[in-house]
C-alpha cells in the first residue's frame, strides 16, 4: 500500500478533504487563487486540494520539488538560502512559498520542506521537523516549524493537515 493510502485511510483521510473542501470554499468567497510547493508530502497537498469539485476556480498550481535542484530550478531558490540553512528551514520555505507566488498568477502560496523519515535525521533536524510558510499578497511571509511524531505516512499527514489550517487561519480573517 502506498503512503498515502496507508496514512489517508478513513478519518483521517475524511479530515484532510473536509479541510480542503473549507479552504476552497474561503478562498473563493474572496475571489483568491492557490499555490502549493512541497517537498516531503511529494503533492500530496495538491491533491486533497484539486479532488475538490471546482477546485479549478481557486487552486492555480502545485509545484512538487522534492530535490534541492528542482527547489532552485522550478521556484527560484537561490543555492546560498540551500548551503547557509538547508532544504529543510524555514527561509527555504519561505522562498519556496514566494518562488510559488513569482512563478504562478496565485495571490497565497504555502510551501512545505520537511525530514519525513524513517531516515535522513540530524541531531538538530530530527526526523518529524517540518517547516512550513505562507506568502500573501502584501509579499509578507510567516513561517513556522513543527515537530511532528510517528512514521513517515503520519509525519506526512500530519504535514498536509497543519498546511490547510494554516491558510484556513490567514486567510480567515480577510474581508469578504
Known sequence: MNDARAAGSGDEQQELDLLAAEVGAQLACH???????????G????QC????????QWFERGFVTYSN???????????ETLLAHGAVSEATACAMARGALK?????WALAITGVAGP?????????GTVCFAWAGPEGRCETEVRYL????????????????????????????
Open 31 to 41: 475571489g483568491l487563487l492557490l499555490a502549493t510547493a512541497e517537498s516531503c508530502t
Open 103 to 107: 512563478y504562478s498568477r496565485a495571490d
Open 149 to 176: 511524531q510517528g512514521d513517515r505516512a503520519t509525519v506526512r499527514r500530519q504535514s498536509v493537515e497543519h498546511a490547510l489550517r494554516g491558510i484556513l487561519q490567514r486567510t480567515g480573517t480577510l474581508q469578504a
Open 119 to 127: 531516515s535522513g535525521g540530524l541531531p538538530e533536524k530530527p526526523v
Open 43 to 46: 503533492g500530496w497537498l495538491a
Open 49 to 56: 486540494l484539486t479532488a475538490i469539485a471546482g477546485s479549478s
Open 69 to 79: 535542484v528542482a527547489k532552485q530550478e522550478m521556484l527560484g531558490v537561490e543555492a
